[in-house]
Nanobody, 125 residues
Framework: QLQASGGGLVQAGGSLRLSCAAS?????????VGWFRQAPGKEREFVAA????????TYGDSVKGRFTISRDNAKNTVSLQLNSLKPEDTAVYYC???????????????????WGQGTQVTVSS
């Protein structure tokens, strides 16, 4: 019910734009939509989240100032703009959605009820 797309191979310093689309019974209104990433052998890491109704955003420390999360109300999608990419950004990126997640809990994967299948981002040095 969540579809992540937009990943690819890019050189360090480059940019990518990821998109998360909802389908079926999920409409993002009232939800928090988040992005997480997981590199091989590492735990899933919080990247960013947006409260759909208020547009309040939260970012992980490693991506602040480089990544931007936004929503498109008409398309019921959430985008993640990745700029100034580094090799350490290489991971599978997942979008997730959950209702009534308070700001202090948005970094916790278990708070999200729906997950997309992931899209691979590879940054070469």
């Amino acid at each position: 019910q969540l579809q992540a797309s937009g990943g690819g191979l890019v050189q360090a310093g480059g940019s990518l734009r990821l998109s998360c689309a909802a389908s079926g019974s999920i409409f993002f209104s009232g939800y928090v939509v988040g992005w997480f990433r997981q590199a091989p052998g590492k735990e899933r890491e919080f990247v960013a989240a947006i409260k759909w109704n208020s547009r309040h955003t939260t970012y992980g420390d490693s991506v602040k100032g480089r990544f931007t999360i936004s929503r498109d109300n008409a398309k019921n999608t959430v985008s993640l703009q990745l700029n100034s990419l580094k090799p350490e950004d290489t991971a599978v990126y997942y979008c997730a959605a959950g209702r009534s997640i308070i700001t202090s809990s948005q970094r916790i994967p278990a708070q999200y009820h729906y997950w997309g299948q992931g899209t691979q981002v590879t940054v070469s040095s």
